[in-house]
């Protein structure tokens, strides 16, 4: 029930003789100890002024009443009270010079991996939020590890708060369903009971409170609603819950993730700033990760105005939010973008007496890295090793607080050596990191191995984790997850197996990331393969370790890539009915996507049904995947009927909805429903993109209706939507198809950069982007106007000049020149015979389309001894 901070619970523990002889006291020593022991009680939040006032007050007390008993002869009660006033003044005096022991002592409990945690913070890691504290898909609760604590949180004292769990759960359960004004009456009830109190963290009763507001916070965010997750964070904090640095880092980053760019940004960074304020002003403790995110994303560059204010406030709150705000501020690209500024950040920071001198020069060797300044990292860390041997000492350090090296300092260094390629240095790094006893050999290799995984370095990692095998060291399993990564980053899903089963061989026990990492490279492997996750996933249920959503969604996508409907519902089915994993809208889009790979729309139509039935909403992907089903089997009807129920459940149809139903009236080449439903995309106010308007240009094509085409051509760049070289292929094409050769050939001499004129109607006043270059379907297209009609002169002209671009023949090429031959009149048959005979001498591939025509042109037996010439058979349904 206190201010979590330890002075408060040794203040406490030193009054408790002075409480259990209250009643024996007389005088101000007795009101004295009535007072503090009423108060420490009572009293929420103490301010540390507080505290030593109250430890000052108290002592003075004692020290005025034995003055009146030994200098005046004044006593107010019997012999006894005196030898119970000198035991209660030892134990102050014991109390006072702990607490100034632990203001001077270095911690070392713990350090290791708070740095660690400090560390990912430091590089960005994207995937924290995948790390976040939760629900697992089993329903039980997860550890709760909170980064980067204050030592109040460090220190807390043994009586905790707890949730009911059941009360956690159904409040996220809530949020995941859309309830979000059920989810919010749960969370004020729960609120207004208020923790209750377990004393055996051995056998908690629940989630303890600031991890079970860090899980309502999150679960709130994963809707959407920033405002409404703020709001949450606040009434728990005007509850009296302390709100750990990571969950106001997670508002503050869904504010300023969403003021990237557009109306509002600066409203959303404003309010970023404003949600740190409130939680400040609460009794919150921001973490470094808070105020980094406050100058590196709320504060505009510059600004420093503000960036004083907000330092003036950490520095009034006491040396550690001063020093977790400089942490913060130096490791900002915002507010020091360059080691120069950040080394004048350290300065101020050493001068206002910030401690954790540790992390500040880590802050300080991360800006080098990240400037790429790797001497001068190397500097810094030298620096901290010299005044760790006592052969130098740094700015700001003082007898009483030594700066060393931390896993975090030799960390940054190796990975920067290692993505440089210099394994040399990180050798040695990794030797002065083990020598220097900073963490147990174990965390070293697994260091080094992290560092070689997290640079692509397979081979190496591979290499220390050989050896940390044959020296006896066991990597933790970590070590084992970013080489793992790594192999799935270089898609060799086989290798990420190997590892794996490595793993469990060596007795390290993997964890769901393990699995998750290695089915997900088979997910995205180039080679396609459905069986690896399926065993992956037997694998995980053989160790007990439970698949979780990610596990499901990564596996029956793995399946959809390589279109095994069957394998994909297995996997589904089964992590579905264990009871302990809840199917996403990913997990039955990936299914969905499975199906119509293997061209069964009825199945996928059942999966959409499917996730309505089970609560799941479904998303615009899961309706436009069915949709472009429908629209390559040219079923518009079917594809409409999709759209209708669409807009009929709320979704709102995106760009992609709408080509796809354009790109079902190509199918059927019904110009006029294309584009009834490309108004229709407008009118919702949807900007059309070069994909929407390439599908609109093919109908027109399909149809041969080029003055259709080269209107829709000049909208498009009405629109400033840049065509590219498919909406021109499609415009030749339309002339082709209309049969208006020379304006298909005036199209490409305008992708050449030739201004020529149109010979029918006006010229449109269409320009080519610079970057928009024919290709040989440019070429191709054009040629085939004058094939269609036996211009073989026009044909060879056209494809002269595709070669002098660098372009040979292909076979589409091939064909449409021999097609120009054949219809020609008379027929072409030597020049077909010649050209055919050069075309096989470059190793050109033949297909059976050519041969097709050759034959046309040539006649059978003529064709048949050629064929034989250059020891080639026709096939036997030619």
């Known amino acids: ?227 409404r997750a703020c709001n949450w964070m606040q009434e728990a904090l005007g509850s009296g819950i302390r709100a750990a640095g990571r969950t106001i880092h997670a508002v503050m980053d869904a504010f ?40 590196d994303r709320c504060l505009a560059a510059g600004d420093s105005n503000k960036v004083e204010d907000w330092l003036e406030r950490a520095a009034n709150r006491g040396r550690h939010d001063s020093t977790q705000a400089f942490v913060g501020l130096i490791r900002s690209r915002n507010q020091a973008p360059t080691h120069q500024q950040a080394e004048v950040w350290l300065q101020r920071a050493t001068q206002a007496g910030a401690t954790h001198l540790t992390h500040l020069y880590n802050a300080v060797i991360q800006v080098c890295v990240r400037t790429n300044n790797l001497e001068r990292a190397t500097y810094w860390l030298e620096k901290m090793e010299e005044s760790a041997n006592g052969k130098g000492v740094l700015p700001g350090e003082t007898a009483q607080t030594r700066c060393s090296p931390d896993i975090v300092s030799y960390s940054l260094i190796m990975d920067a050596c290692a993505q440089r390629g210099n394994m040399h240095h990180v050798e040695r790094w990794f030797r002065q990191m083990l020598n220097s006893g900073v963490c147990t050999e174990a965390i070293c290799y697994s260091n080094v191995i992290k560092a070689h995984s997290r640079a692509g370095d397979t081979t190496g990692a591979t290499k220390w984790l050989d050896e940390s095998v044959r020296r006896g060291v066991k990597p933790d399993p970590s070590a084992f997850n970013a080489l793992i990564a790594a192999a799935a980053r270089a898609g060799n899903p086989r290798m990420a197996a190997r590892i794996l089963q490595q793993m469990l061989t060596d007795g390290v026990e993997p964890d769901t990331v393990s699995f998750n990492s290695v089915i997900n490279a088979y997910a995205k492997s180039e080679e396609g393969d459905a069986h690896g996750p399926e065993r992956m996933v037997e694998l995980m249920c053989q160790h007990s370790i439970e698949p979780d959503v990610v596990t499901l969604g990564a596996a029956v996508h793995a399946c959809a890539r390589v279109g095994d409907k069957e394998r994909a519902e297995t996997i589904f ?108 995309m407008r009118q919702a106010g949807i900007q059309a993109n070069a994909v929407s308007y390439s599908a609109l240009l093919d109908v027109c094509a399909k149809a041969g209706d080029w003055t259709r085409a080269e209107r829709w051509l000049g909208a498009m760049q009405e629109d400033n939507v840049a065509p590219n070289v498919v909406c021109f292929n499609n415009v030749i094409d339309a002339c082709t198809k209309g049969s208006n050769a020379r304006r298909a050939e005036a199209w490409l001499r305008r992708l050449l950069g030739e201004e020529p004129k149109m010979n029918v109607g006006q010229d449109p006043p269409i320009e080519v982007p610079s970057e928009v270059v024919a290709t040989r379907q440019s070429f191709t297209t054009a040629a085939q106007a004058y094939a269609s009609f036996g211009g073989y002169g026009d044909v060879e002209r056209i494809f002269s000049d595709m070669q002098k671009f660098g372009m040979d023949l292909d076979e589409f090429s091939l064909t449409v020149l021999l097609s120009a031959y054949s219809r020609a009149r008379p027929r072409q048959r030597e020049r077909a015979e010649t050209v055919f005979k050069e075309y096989v001498a470059s190793g050109g591939k033949i297909t059976p389309p050519p041969l097709r025509v050759l034959r046309a042109c040539l006649g059978a037996p003529r064709c048949e001894r050629l064929l034989d010439q250059l020891g080639m058979k026709l096939p036997a349904c030619q």
Request: glycine residues 8%.
């Open 573 to 680: 089915k089964r992590i579905v009915a264990r009871g302990k994993t809840t199917p996403d809208a990913i997990c039955y889009n990936a299914l969905i996507n499975a199906s119509v790979k293997a061209h069964d729309i009825a199945a996928a139509e059942r999966w959409l049904d499917s996730m309505l039935v089970d609560g799941v909403s479904p998303s615009v992907v899961s309706y436009t995947t069915v949709l472009h089903a429908h629209a390559r089997s040219g079923n518009i009807e079917a594809a409409e009927r999709g759209m209708e129920m669409m807009h009929k459940n709320g979704i709102a149809a995106n760009v992609v909805s709408y080509s796809a139903l354009i790109h079902a009236c190509v199918k059927i080449g019904d110009v006029e429903r294309a584009e009834k439903w490309f108004s229709q």
């Open 256 to 295: 300023v993730s969403k003021a990237v760019t557009g109306r509002g940004s600066e409203n959303r960074r404003q309010r970023a700033e404003q949600a740190l304020s409130a939680a400040i002003s609460k009794g919150a403790q921001p973490d470094a990760n808070c105020y980094h995110c406050l100058f």
């Open 1 to 227: 029930r206190f201010a979590g901070s330890p002075t408060v619970l040794l203040i406490h523990t030193a009054l408790a003789p002075v409480r259990l002889q209250t009643t024996s006291m007389s005088g101000p020593l007795a009101r004295a100890a009535a007072f503090c022991s009423h108060a420490l009680e009572r009293v929420k939040d103490f301010d540390s002024s507080i505290l030593w006032f109250l430890m000052v007050a108290s002592v003075a007390s004692i020290v005025l009443r034995l003055l009146d008993e030994f200098i005046f002869g004044m006593s107010e009660g019997d012999g006894d009270s005196t030898l119970t006033e000198w035991c209660a003044f030892g134990a102050f005096v014991a109390g006072l010079m702990f607490v100034t022991r632990r203001k001077v002592k270095k911690p070392t409990s713990g350090k290791n991996k708070k740095n660690m945690d400090t560390f990912a913070d430091s590089r960005g890691d994207a995937q924290r939020r995948s790390r976040k504290v939760g629900l697992s898909g089993s329903g039980t609760r997860r550890l709760v590890q909170l980064d980067n604590l204050s030592p109040a949180e460090e220190q807390a004292p043994t009586q905790v708060g707890y949730f009911e769990l059941a009360d956690v759960e159904a409040i996220v359960k809530a949020c995941r369903s859309g309830e979000m004004p059920q989810a919010e009456g749960k969370l004020r009830e729960l609120l207004q009971r208020g923790p209750h109190l377990a004393r055996s963290e051995a056998e908690p009763k629940g989630v303890q409170a600031t991890a079970g507001v860090h899980m309502l916070v999150e679960a709130c965010l994963d809707t959407g609603d920033v405002d």
